[in-house]
């Protein structure tokens, strides 16, 4: 039999990049090799999580490097790469500073895995899906973006806390770019099935809806100094497992879209099936005048951060 160990490289080893290797490797999922620029860094936490192994019962390599060589033949790498916002900095302010450092990760990742699947994380996220799809030269199918699983995390948990229900009975659709324009549908937003408007006050659905589009910042504001990872490892958790387990989970991811939606040429968050090949399908659903309007302002949103990346690297 041959052995047929998978491996994800998570680049970045702080806050996500460290959970989402610790959620991948202790479910079991894949080995994972953690790169940071920073020397000892991933070494130490890769090294924290390995001796965490007899603990947590798996047989996973969790392995730290500053060496792309070490990284051939990922099946999937995350990028994490970047800064974080600080209090009062938008995510925008990071445009062109994460822009450059994402394109330099990808190309070298990419130089020793050039059959990966890259599911970027780093924010400005839209923005940096486009970066990474210029630095890889890979197929929309491959490069997919990490946002919507979170919005639609943070919308399900909020539904869930004010309707004293599960939270895993909750399902929410959430389009758009990643901030605060995003558009949460609550019309495609159910509990168990139930429609939320079925359930929930239109102006409670509207705060709720609000609280949401800032929920990075809310989380920005208590920690002081970095912003959010738990719910973005767990995110990323779940694209990672539905690709190499090709479960075909339906997450709403940010993707290159070609007339999808309406959309041409753009990284918008978009429901989608997630499989072994990575996006195997786009899903469009009707949206009324009202959700359109909202998603076009959203995609344009996205197109100007775009335009400022393309212009500073001209
Ligand atoms: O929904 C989403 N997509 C997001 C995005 C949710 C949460 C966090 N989001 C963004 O992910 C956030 O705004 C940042 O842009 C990234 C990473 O967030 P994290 O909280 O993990 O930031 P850290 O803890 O500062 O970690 C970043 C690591 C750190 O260890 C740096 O040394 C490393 O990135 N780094 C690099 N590694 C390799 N190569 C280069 N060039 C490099 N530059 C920095």
Redesign the pocket.
């Known amino acids: 039999m041959p052995v047929c160990r998978r491996k994800v490289t998570v680049?970045?080893?702080?806050?996500?990049?460290s959970t989402a290797a610790q959620r991948i490797a202790e479910a079991g999922v894949a080995d994972v090799y953690l790169?940071?620029?920073?020397e000892g860094?991933p070494q130490g936490k890769a090294l924290d999580l390995a001796e965490a192994a007899p603990l947590q019962h798996h047989d996973q390599y969790i392995i730290g490097t500053n060496d792309y060589a070490d990284t051939t033949e990922s099946d999937i790498i995350v990028v994490?790469?970047?800064?974080?916002?600080q209090p009062g900095m938008s995510?925008d302010d990071?445009l062109l500073k994460?822009a450059g450092?994402v394109r330099?990760?990808v190309q070298q990742a990419v130089h020793y895995s050039p059959g990966a699947i890259l599911i970027v994380?780093?924010?400005p996220?839209d923005a940096m899906v486009h970066a990474a799809l210029e630095a890889s030269g890979f197929p929309r199918e491959r490069v997919i973006?990490?946002?919507g699983v979170?919005?639609g995390a943070r919308f399900r948990t909020f539904i869930a806390q004010d309707l004293g229900v599960s939270a895993s009975d909750v399902s929410a659709f959430v389009l758009g770019g990643?901030g605060d324009t995003m558009v949460p549908v609550p019309r495609y937003s159910t509990v168990a099935g139930i429609p939320l408007p079925e359930l929930m006050k239109p102006e409670r659905i509207e705060e709720l809806v609000q609280r949401t589009r800032v929920g990075?910042a809310e989380i920005v504001s208590m920690l002081q100094t970095?912003?959010?990872?738990y719910a973005?490892a767990s995110?990323v958790f779940h694209m990672v497992d539905s690709i190499l387990n090709d479960r075909k989970r339906v997450l709403a991811c940010a993707v290159l879209l070609r007339g999808e939606y309406g959309i041409d040429g753009l990284v918008v968050g978009v429901p989608l099936v997630l499989g072994a090949s990575g996006v195997e399908r786009i899903i469009e659903v009707a949206l009324t005048e009202e959700e359109k309007t909202a998603l076009m302002t959203s995609a344009g949103s996205v197109r100007g951060l775009i335009e400022t990346m393309h212009v500073a690297s001209a």
């Open positions: 680049i970045g080893a702080g806050n996500v990049g790169i940071d620029v920073v860094l994490t790469a970047g800064l974080a916002r995510r990071l994460n450092i330099s990760v994380v780093t924010n996220l973006g990490m946002a979170l919005d990643h990075g970095g912003s959010a990872f973005p995110s």
